[in-house]
């Protein structure tokens, strides 16, 4: 079965800073690992992507996420972060190979604020 | 090209009455799903579909029903809603081919049963 951890249920950062929104994964198969954003009473939004290929992934936004097989984990990252970067953000994963390769499971979600 | 659409937005239901959420696509994916989001426990998937005719079980299925009968509807049944059922629920869909995947979410639907 697959699953998703986000450990840290709130990241609370100064804009211009570093963000780091942490994510692990299980699967059984190959993952396909995406990050969404969420912000107030809207619908999720695609942020980024790994599939396959370099381990660094660039998204939206100025988002990037770090993909690392041997610690099953895909951190999510900007270099600067603004104050419209506060958000809920959510790590998914898709167990290619699985039993059920079709289907996306959601980490609980990290609350980032980010203060002027 | 509208992408996911849902509604109602906003529904308040006394305990066991029924109800349908609607959810259209309009891109042609084949699949579609229907996730549930509670506080502190992110997105749960409720019931999904890889195509016309075809509905499988998620997460948390219980009192939910699906059909689906064309590609672009997929609808959910509350047969008689209970206070558990109290959360904002969000339909998706995507390709089942390529290296693509990500999903396309609606705006969600809030439903309050008292």
């Known amino acids: 079965a697959q699953s998703v951890a986000q450990p840290e249920d709130q990241v609370k950062v100064a804009e211009g800073n570093p963000l780091t929104v942490k994510c692990t994964y299980s699967v059984s198969g190959n993952p396909y690992l995406f990050w969404y954003v969420q912000y107030p009473n809207r619908g999720l939004q695609f942020l980024l992507k790994?599939?396959?290929?370099?381990?660094l992934v660039k998204g939206s936004y100025g988002f990037e996420a770090e993909f690392n097989k041997s610690q099953t984990s895909f951190h999510l990252k900007k270099p600067s972060a603004l104050v419209s970067d506060s958000a809920l953000y959510f790590c998914?994963?898709?167990?290619?190979?699985?039993?059920?390769?079709?289907?996306?499971?959601f980490g609980a979600g990290t609350t980032v604020t980010v203060r002027a | 090209n509208a992408g996911v659409t849902q509604t109602p937005k906003f529904q308040v239901l006394k305990t066991g009455q029924s109800m349908t959420l609607q959810c259209a696509q309009d891109m042609n994916h084949e699949y579609m799903s229907w996730y549930r989001q509670d506080p502190g426990m992110g997105l749960r998937l409720i019931h999904y579909s890889v195509g016309a005719g075809i509905t499988d079980q998620g997460e948390v299925p219980n009192g939910y029903n699906v059909s689906r009968s064309t590609t672009e509807d997929f609808p959910l049944r509350l047969l008689s809603a209970a206070p558990s059922q109290t959360s904002v629920y969000f339909c998706a869909s995507h390709f089942t081919g390529g290296d693509t995947g990500e999903l396309f979410f609606g705006e969600g639907s809030r439903l309050t049963v008292l």
């Open positions: 998914a994963v898709r167990d290619i190979g699985g039993s059920n390769d079709y289907k996306l499971s």
């Open positions: 790994y599939i396959t290929g370099d381990n």
